[in-house]
Nanobody, 117 residues
Framework: QVHLVESGGGLVQTGGSLRLSCTVS????????MGWYRQAPGKRRELVAQ?????????ADSVKGRFTLSRDNAKSTVLLHLQMNSLKPEDTAVYCC?????????WGQGTQVTVSS
């Protein structure tokens, strides 16, 4: 079992930047994959970026070249960062961290990102 805590959301103007962080504790040695998802009002949840246990990253086409996913491993925690640059109003959504441990999905509580035009 793991515990996720997200941080870093907020309000930013178009073209601005934000950095989201997901701090994961617990059974971190069994993590298979991690990622960030987002859900805008009235829309389905979508993958933003993900990283496998082997370090391979994948990005949604809509964020390629603007967002960067990175992972920091500490002794008892894992941090998953999402650096978001050149933000657009269409990036406005609740962003959630997802961690897969063996075959179980764990989700964070979500953090709001609002990009004003």
């Amino acid at each position: 079992q793991v515990h996720l805590v997200e941080s870093g959301g907020g309000l930013v103007q178009t073209g601005g930047s934000l950095r989201l962080s997901c701090t994961v504790s617990g059974s971190i040695s069994s993590i298979n994959g991690m990622g960030w998802y987002r859900q805008a009002p009235g829309k389905r949840r979508e993958l933003v970026a993900q990283i496998t246990s082997g370090g391979t990253t994948n990005y949604a086409d809509s964020v390629k070249g603007r967002f960067t996913l990175s992972r920091d491993n500490a002794k008892s925690t894992v941090l998953l960062h999402l650096q978001m640059n050149s933000l657009k109003p269409e990036d406005t959504a609740v962003y959630c961290c997802r961690v897969v441990v063996i075959s179980i999905n764990y989700w964070g509580q979500g953090t709001q990102v609002t990009v004003s035009s």
